[in-house]
């Protein structure tokens, strides 16, 4: 072998044995073959040829040699040789007989390592089992066609199940002739241009099955080389639930939307780390903020500090799954850098792997509620320790505070009182129609309903009081709560009718002498003992008008007692109103007179005649016109009208004199009350006309009321039934 086929042969890059044909032992090999190996050449020779091969295919090896050395291979074979660390490598094998140097027949065998064909071919197996397994049971449809024919070479099941196809039904078809895309022009147009390109897709497409069933589907078509032609993969999926599903979702998206916007507490879709998502319209009035300045900051800026680290607590508990959902209340900063007190319910939603996307929270405006429940603590504070029964109840009457001397009063515990109704304790005991004027009152009218009542204590010891009951509403004049204050005038009506049957005793007893002295006074006036000088005369004038004083309390005193112990009768006749107006002006006219006040009577023609007691219209016309004549300015003028209303007469007496202070008009009947500018007037006044006035209207059927200005003048209204009412009699009130 000369120099150059030596170096062909020791740098061959494949392995090269050569091998004694008679005996197989190997003679020579090269570099090559010893990295093989890894053996060295020296302890390669010598060796049989099947020692280099697996010792369990040994015989397989001989019979392999033998028939090489007969011939030679004419093509390649593949086998496997064995390393020294035991690897089993495999190889392709060229075999070829020559003689060598010294005239033997050799074999000279040529070694391949082919390890990295091997595993690829192996991972190509892999690879199609891969796919094919894929292919089998994907549950998409998926068909293979040949990208020059359009002829559909594969289906798989999810696809002929889909369509409701055989195998035998479209394999070997054009795709655009199977049943499935016959029926469409588009369809076949689509696939065709799929051919021309690399990759397309197809969203919502409507194909027919086999069964006339129209399915959304969504086509995807891909190109790729295979074995030196074009396969296009057409994968076909069922989109009609998930078309439904998203169209429900829209639905359930819109619905949610309007019951967002329109919610009347304010709501918000928070992220986790505090940032306002979307607001509505209520969220935005509660803080003031329009929502794109909202969604600018973190629901962590808008709370206050101290309130802070709670609210984050309170989150914490949904992420780390402690809770479903929290309610807890807490305070916020508006725009306005007012203090907002809310209400919070919280939950957080999932992702479809349970992982935390964001909160749902709901935010109720309880400012007002708030600032109420602090007015009623201070209130609660102001009024434990009154003397006065005072309760405060929700607006459905529920009782939720009672002082001690509500305790006290009606004999009932705290604790039994709260929740409960005033009405099944120690009320209930008035007639039907005083409960609906409460009512209407307190909860329609929004205003205080103050009255006199007969209670029971819860010993059945029943009692007299006198009730306030003030409604307190929000600025929308919703009502909060209720306060009713009681006081008990049990003792004091008891002491009331007996200072009343004193006055009507003493009344009695001081009339008579009184009465005589007055008539001595005119006597000796008018002569009658003899004449008297002027002086003289000056002074029984001025006796006679002290007497006519003191007569005048005297039957005031006797009518108020008479109507507080219930002894007033009323004796109904027809009465002709002007000549009762004629009677008491007359009476009246002296005082007119000193006082230069002008009476004008305005009585229209044929005006009927009243079924009324004509002493107590006289009664509540003395009073009326007497104040009016004595509370004028000087020079001024009384006016009294008559006029019809339905079946009512009303009766009004106008002066312009001193008027009532506003702050007096509550109080203007109440006994012995006079007003400040009345006092300054005329000190010697009683405080008891009006009292008697409205008394007696009110005994004959009818109501009384006034309007006036202080310094401009008054008008009394006097109202009554032209038909009257029967006798009646004063009830005295309890």
């Not at 007989?97 to 082919?114: C, E, L």
């Not at 749902?360 to 400012?367: A, G, K, Q, R, W």
């Not at 038909?723 to 004063?730: L, Y």
Request: charged fraction near 25%; proline fraction near 4%; charge should be positive.
């Amino acid at each position: 072998m000369n120099r150059q086929h030596c170096d062909v042969f020791e740098y061959a890059r494949d392995a090269i044995f050569v091998a004694d044909v008679k005996t197989g032992i190997i003679l020579d090999c090269n570099k090559q073959a010893e990295r093989l190996l890894g053996i060295p050449k020296k302890r390669i020779i010598g060796l049989h040829q099947t020692r280099i091969h697996p010792k369990d295919e040994a015989a397989a090896y001989r019979a392999l040699f033998r028939a090489h050395a007969k011939r030679g291979s004419r093509v390649p074979c593949e086998g496997e040789i064995v390393q020294k660390n035991g690897n089993r490598i495999p190889v392709e094998i060229n075999a070829s007989i020559r003689k060598d140097h010294a005239g033997r027949s050799v074999v000279q065998g040529i070694f391949r390592d082919i390890s990295s064909r091997k595993q690829a071919e192996e991972k190509l197996k892999n690879s199609e089992i891969r796919y094919r397994r894929l292919f089998e049971t994907s549950q998409d449809g998926i068909i293979l066609m040949d990208a020059r024919t359009a002829i559909i070479t594969d289906a798989n099941p999810a696809f002929l199940k889909l369509v409701g196809l055989r195998a035998g039904n479209c394999i070997g078809k054009k795709i655009w002739e199977t049943a499935p895309f016959a029926g469409s022009a588009n369809l076949q147009k689509s696939f065709r241009n799929f051919i021309r390109v690399k990759k397309a897709h197809l969203g919502d497409t409507l194909i027919r099955t086999t069964s006339h069933k129209l399915i959304h589907a969504e086509i995807t078509c891909t190109r790729y080389p295979i074995d030196g032609h074009a396969l296009i993969q057409c994968n076909v999926r069922d989109i009609t639930r998930r078309l439904l599903t998203e169209e429900a979702l829209r639905e359930s998206n819109q619905r949610f939307r309007g019951a967002f916007e329109s919610a009347a507490i304010g709501m918000a879709l928070v992220s986790l780390t505090g940032e306002w998502i979307q607001t509505n319209r209520s969220l935005c009035r509660i803080f003031g903020y329009r929502e794109h300045e909202l969604q600018r900051l973190r629901f962590q800026d808008l709370t206050y500090p101290d309130d802070l680290a709670s609210s984050l607590d309170q989150l914490d508990r949904l992420l780390t799954g402690k809770a479903s959902h929290v309610r807890f209340e807490k305070r916020y900063i508006s725009k306005k850098k007012r203090i907002v007190w809310a209400r919070l319910n919280v939950s957080l939603v999932r992702t479809a792997e349970r992982m935390p996307s964001h909160f749902v929270t709901e935010i109720e405006d309880i400012s007002e509620q708030k600032r109420a429940e602090e007015s009623s603590k201070k209130f609660q504070l102001a009024v434990a320790g009154a003397s006065d029964h005072i309760i405060i109840t929700d607006p459905e009457a529920n009782i939720v505070y009672a002082n001690k001397a509500a305790e006290r009063i009606t004999g009932y515990a705290a604790k039994q009182m709260i929740g409960k109704n005033p009405g099944a304790l120690w009320g209930g005991h008035m007639p039907k129609p005083f409960y609906e004027k409460m009512w209407h009152t307190i909860q329609l009218e929004k205003k205080i309903f103050r009255g006199e009542v007969t209670n029971m204590r819860k010993n059945g010891e029943t009692y007299t009081a006198e009730i306030s009951v003030s409604p307190i509403v929000d600025d929308a004049e919703h009502v909060l709560f209720f306060v009713g204050i009681e006081r008990d005038i049990t003792k004091a009506k008891e002491i009331d009718r007996i200072k009343s049957e004193f006055i009507s005793v003493a009344s009695h007893q001081l009339r008579t002498p009184l009465s005589t002295s007055g008539w001595y006074t005119e006597m000796l006036l008018s002569g009658d003992a003899g004449s008297v000088n002027p002086e003289q005369h000056r002074f029984l004038e001025e006796v006679l008008r002290a007497n006519q004083r003191a007569v005048a309390l005297i039957n005031a005193l006797l009518s108020v007692s008479r109507i507080d112990t219930g002894a007033m009768l009323s004796n109904p006749k027809p009465t002709a109103l002007p000549d009762v107006v004629k009677s008491v002006l007359s009476a009246l006219a002296p005082l007119a007179r000193r006082n230069r006040i002008t009476v004008h009577v305005d009585t229209p023609p044929n005006f009927p005649k009243l079924l009324i007691d004509p002493d107590m219209l006289g009664l509540v016309l003395q009073n009326l016109l007497s104040n009016a004549i004595k509370y004028s300015h000087e020079n001024g003028i009384v006016r009294i009208a008559f006029s019809t209303h339905g079946e009512n007469a009303r009766i009004r007496v106008t002066d312009n004199g001193l008027g009532i202070p506003e702050h007096a008009k509550e109080r203007i009947f109440t006994k012995f009350f006079r007003a400040e500018n009345a006092l300054k007037k005329d000190p010697d006044g009683t405080g008891l006309g009006l009292y008697i006035a409205k008394s007696a209207t009110e005994l004959a059927g009818g109501k009384i009321w006034f309007d006036s200005t202080e310094n401009v003048g008054t008008t009394f209204v006097v109202q009554l039934p032209l038909h009257g009412k029967t006798a009646a009699r004063t009830i005295k009130k309890t």
